[in-house]
């Protein structure tokens, strides 16, 4: 399957300046070093353009234009603006998903 022009990753050009580390730190910094959507502060946080690189290239260094995402909130969104459909949460998916959270953040509970 050919993977189309108009979503390759336009930021490139962009994120692997000097100018985007600085406001990189700036923009974690605003958002307290936890993901906007879902408030996870452990694991990789990413820097996403509000506003795609692609479509608003004068926003690219607009600290306006930036939001501190975790990996899968920042993939989730990039999905749906590329034309993917918005992931089905189950009820049973939720529940599984906070059984997850809560071994990560108390690995050994009572028994």
Request: hydrophobic fraction near 30%; include cysteine; charged fraction near 25%.
């Amino acid at each position: 399957m050919a993977v189309s022009n108009d979503y390759h990753r336009h930021s490139r050009r962009v994120t692997s300046t000097k100018r985007w580390q600085v406001l990189r730190q700036i923009v974690l910094e605003r958002d307290g070093w936890a993901c906007v959507d879902c408030g996870q502060t452990r694991g990789r946080l990413e820097i996403d353009h509000v506003k795609p690189v692609r479509t608003r290239p004068d926003l690219a260094f607009d600290v306006a234009n930036c939001a501190t995402r975790c990996s899968p909130c920042h993939t989730r969104k990039t999905r749906i603006e590329c034309g993917h459909p918005a992931p089905i949460v189950t009820h049973d998916r939720k529940a599984w998903m906070r059984a997850v959270a809560d071994l990560a953040t108390n690995p050994n509970p009572a028994t």
